[in-house]
């Protein structure tokens, strides 16, 4: 069975103070890796797709990595509008839906 | 209206109300999906809808009832929910199928009494 495992469940960070999160994996083969950034009361917001280890993407204070276990966002200098819930998620190869992890809710306090 | 609407954006509801959830897309997708978020739990999809046609039902109870009359329209019907029902309930579509990215709304709260 496929599981996503995400970590910290909550990050408070100062404004300027660079992090990481967290997203582990077992995945019978990986077709991809997603992730998206849901603000309190909307849905999901797609980020990135990463497909293979080694592939790193990035979006403005965001960047993203793939090894053949885990995922890493990297929040660089945050400002306090990064505040959010960042979702990881995995789709296999031979499976149909994605399987998401429970979330890190990052705090960004200016 | 761009991207994925839906409506209504907050629901209350009683165990024996009988209510729908709309959703509607504006980004010429071929496959719509329902997922449910609870507190605390991951994303679970639901159902989900290529071209119109259900192809995928993950043992959701009866009590939720989809429905597809086009590739840009998608209900999920709700008659005689339980509290445990109560959650965020997700619309999102993507090109074909479940392997291509995907796009959700804003989401329905309910409340189920």
């Known amino acids: 069975e496929d599981q996503v495992t995400q970590s910290p469940e909550a990050l408070r960070l100062q404004e300027g103070e660079s992090s990481s999160l967290n997203c582990s994996y077992t995945?019978?083969?990986?077709?991809?890796l997603f992730w998206y950034r849901q603000d309190p009361g909307k849905g999901p917001e797609f980020l990135f797709t990463l497909y293979s280890a080694g592939e790193e993407k990035e979006k403005e204070r965001l960047k993203a990595t793939l090894t053949k276990k885990e995922s890493f966002l990297h929040i660089t200098a945050p400002k306090p509008e990064d505040s959010a819930t960042y979702l990881c998620?995995?789709?296999?190869?031979?499976?149909?839906?994605?399987?998401f992890g429970d979330g890190t809710t990052l705090t960004v306090k200016p | 209206e761009t991207g994925v609407t839906q409506t209504p954006r907050h629901l209350v509801m009683g165990m024996t109300n009988k209510k729908s959830l709309k959703c509607e897309q504006h980004?010429?997708?071929?496959?719509m999906y329902w997922y449910k978020q609870s507190a605390k739990k991951p994303l679970e999809l639901m159902f989900v809808y290529n071209f119109k046609e259900q192809t995928e039902n993950n043992s959701v109870p009866s009590r939720f009832s989809p429905e597809c009359p086009n590739s840009s329209h998608l209900f999920l019907h709700l008659h005689t929910l339980q509290p445990e029902d109560s959650a965020l309930y997700l619309c999102?579509?993507?090109?074909?199928?479940?392997?291509?990215?995907?796009?959700f709304g804003p989401g329905t709260r309910l409340t189920v009494l």
């Open positions: 980004l010429g997708h071929n496959a």
């Open positions: 999102a579509s993507s090109q074909r199928d479940l392997t291509d990215t995907q796009y």
């Open positions: 995945v019978s083969g990986l077709r991809g």
């Open positions: 998620a995995v789709q296999a190869l031979n499976a149909g839906k994605s399987t």
